[in-house]
């Protein structure tokens, strides 16, 4: 395979995703009916790809990353507000799950030490009340601990799920307002054709003109899909790092409420001698 047929495969692979999600992004545009009056908006007649300079186009794209900055923070309001909303509806139920859990302890039977593995009730038949409550306050609560964390892991399971699939959806769509651009895909196309065909006639002054406009025009692309690239790369480490505020908050909050109510739950069992209850 010739270096030029791979060139144009490649171009040709790029194309025709670009137009293939510009078909889609103009769709999801039609849906809206609160599309906003951006810059991205203007009605760019088709051809002003000809009778515009490199510098307007590269101009084009730096506000189209002016746009995606502002895009991006109003994205992210859009899901801090999503999660604020979800962790409330939470609070009620981890109330939930902590009495569900109080109530299964509280009768603590054969089911629940085979689901543990605790072997619990042959290890205790010779119990006095000092080794209850040493198990209670060591191994027992450690258990507790481990459903919690289990509890806690499901949830951060989900947000991320949340997160992961509003951020992918963002991604394409934000890229595909650029690809979109009437101006944009009539170059890309114009400058494909040419990649694939070559020049009508080699020869003529034309082409001269045609193979710098067109080696512009990859050159431009390339660099614009490595900044895309970099710009993408970052947010998403930063995304990784912090992942959502709100979130976090929540289970800072929750977990101090966990810990005072398992100390208080062990406690009780001590209290009440609750052992003299269970395996019955």
């Known amino acids: 395979m010739t270096l030029k047929i791979y060139v144009s495969i490649l171009v040709l692979s790029s194309l025709l995703l670009n137009i293939y999600f510009a078909a889609e992004a103009q769709t999801e545009k039609k849906k809206k009916n609160d599309v906003k009056d951006k810059p991205l908006n203007k009605p760019y007649s088709e051809d002003l790809w000809r009778n515009q300079t490199k510098e307007w186009k590269m101009k084009e794209w730096n506000n189209f990353m002016e746009h995606a900055e502002e895009e991006l923070k109003h994205f992210d309001d859009i899901i801090n507000k999503e999660i604020e909303g979800w962790v409330k509806d939470h609070d009620i139920s981890v109330k939930e799950w902590l009495e569900e859990k109080e109530k299964k302890w509280m009768n603590f039977n054969a089911q629940m030490d085979s689901e543990y593995k605790s072997d619990l009730k042959n290890k205790s038949s010779s119990w006095n009340e000092k080794q209850w409550k040493d198990w209670l306050n060591g191994n027992g609560k450690k258990l507790l601990e481990k459903d919690w964390q289990e509890y806690i892991n499901n949830l951060d399971s989900h947000i991320a799920n949340i997160l992961n699939a509003n951020w992918n959806k963002f991604k394409v769509n934000i890229i595909m307002e650029w690809n979109s651009l009437g101006w944009k895909v009539q170059e890309d196309k ?91």
């Open 190 to 280: 114009r400058w494909l054709k040419y990649a694939i065909m070559g020049p009508p006639d080699p020869k003529t002054p034309e082409e001269k003109v045609d193979a710098a406009n067109y080696n512009e025009w990859r050159e431009r692309n390339e660099s614009q899909r490595k900044q895309w690239f970099q710009w993408i790369t970052e947010k998403e480490r930063a995304r990784t790092k912090n992942g959502s505020p709100t979130f976090s908050k929540w289970k800072n909050n929750k977990q101090s409420v966990f810990n005072k109510w398992v100390a208080a739950f062990i406690n009780k069992l001590s209290q009440e001698k609750q052992w003299n209850s269970w395996f019955r």
